[in-house]
């Protein structure tokens, strides 16, 4: 009966043994025939795959470990000489008994004297109004120990984890002011600093063109940047007679086809209420505007894809270097023991068919190189190049 039932514990006991060799011979098989049926490219690049598999298999045998494997595995996979590859796997072997984290401040120090204060980040941790830290201000402490101005400052902030907060003290004339801030990680700090270059190219821009021109930068082509993209469109650009839309530095995404699509839209109507002013549908039109597109050698992926797409289109100019030739669409597939590798299944053509784009990348109207040297003393030609531009193309 159901009321006198009960559960009984049944034990079970059972041994697994892992033939590391025979894992290895099938991952290593298993990776290189779905790189034989799903690469895009035909011809694999002019390259003899099933050559290149019997070669790297004569390794196997030495096999011995994770780290070999994937060393094998990512070399054969660079002997197609294609983006968006790669081999990675991860295990308890692979694991740092230690490690550390960089403790960053939101502070820049001076390259010369590297305990003074050179720039306070926007938006970082020490960029908070109760947070009295000034350029010129000469780091003295760090959480209450003395710093030695002849070690490595970044010995100060290393540490086994990231502390909540890290108490700072700095010499100011004749004064001391210690401040308590709460530090982010490295990447946060390069995120702040990489959102005031773009606010110093929209300064620029707005200096220079009087404000009628627009500037709009995307970082990547995800979905966060497609909505600040948007944004910036519905918003500045509506308003402003002209368009710089910035890929440089761009890192890719999949959002090529939105961007596009936004950039089409021109006037067909216009329509009022009575004694009213007209306004145009669609509500709004950048394609009849001027539009400088900047691209560079580190615009990548599906940056490439909509600067071809923006040529194509006939959209406006577009200004800078060749793109990296880094775009191919990927998929990927897991292994039995949890690796995964990347498969690149769709390339990217022009209309006709004749273009690469992972072969070719895209060529701009007007090339214009920003030289290191440029970089250093902080000067953007390609950016003024696009000002000017899209200036004379208001005239005209």
């Not at 502390?163 to 001391?176: M, V």
């Not at 929209?202 to 709009?216: F, R, T, W």
């Not at 509506?238 to 890929?247: C, E, H, P, S, V």
């Not at 390339?347 to 784009?357: A, E, I, P, T």
């Amino acid at each position: 009966m159901l009321t006198t039932a009960k559960a009984t514990k049944i034990e079970i006991a059972y041994e697994f043994k892992r033939n590391l060799r025979d894992e290895f011979n099938q991952m290593f098989e298993e990776l290189w025939a779905n790189l034989e049926e799903n690469f895009y490219n035909e011809t694999f690049h002019d390259t003899d795959w099933k050559g290149i598999r019997d070669r790297y298999k004569e390794y196997l045998p030495h096999v011995n470990n994770r780290n070999d494997l994937s060393r094998l595995m990512n070399d054969m996979l660079g002997e197609l000489n294609s983006s968006h590859m790669g081999f990675s796997t991860s295990g308890e072997d692979d694991e740092e008994f230690y490690s550390t984290v960089s403790i960053s401040t939101g502070l820049l120090f001076d390259e010369n004297d590297s305990y003074r204060v050179s720039h306070v980040v926007k938006n970082g941790p020490a960029d908070i109004a109760d947070k009295d830290i000034r350029v010129g201000d000469i780091l003295t402490a760090v959480d209450g120990k003395a710093v030695d101005p002849e070690v490595n400052r970044e010995m100060y902030f290393n540490s086994p984890s990231m502390p909540e907060e890290i108490s700072l003290t700095f010499k100011r004339g004749n004064d001391t002011i210690t401040a308590k801030i709460h530090p982010e990680s490295y990447y946060s700090i390069r995120n702040d600093l990489y959102d005031e270059w773009v606010d110093q190219k929209q300064s620029l821009v707005d200096k220079e063109s009087d404000e009628q021109i627009a500037y709009v930068h995307m970082k990547n082509m995800g979905g966060g940047e497609l909505e600040n993209f948007l944004i910036e469109m519905t918003s500045e650009a509506y308003q402003r007679d002209g368009l710089i839309l910035d890929l440089r530095y761009n890192t890719g995404g999949n959002v090529h086809n939105d961007v596009l699509q936004f950039l089409t839209q021109r006037p067909y109507l216009q329509w009022k209420y009575r004694n009213g002013d007209f306004a145009s549908q669609p509500n709004f039109t950048p394609a009849a505007k001027p539009i400088i597109l900047l691209v560079n050698e580190q615009s990548l992926s599906d940056a490439e894809v909509a600067a071809a797409g923006f040529k194509e289109l006939g959209l406006g100019t577009v200004v800078g270097t060749e793109t990296y030739r880094w775009i191919i669409f990927t998929s990927g597939k897991g292994l039995v023991d949890g690796s995964f590798y990347r498969l690149p299944s769709w390339g990217v053509y022009s209309l006709d068919g004749s273009d690469n784009l992972e072969r070719t990348g895209v060529t701009p109207d007007i090339e214009v190189v920003n030289t290191f040297k440029d970089r250093l003393l902080d000067r953007d030609p390609q950016l003024r190049r696009a000002i000017q531009l899209a200036l004379d193309q208001l005239e005209n």
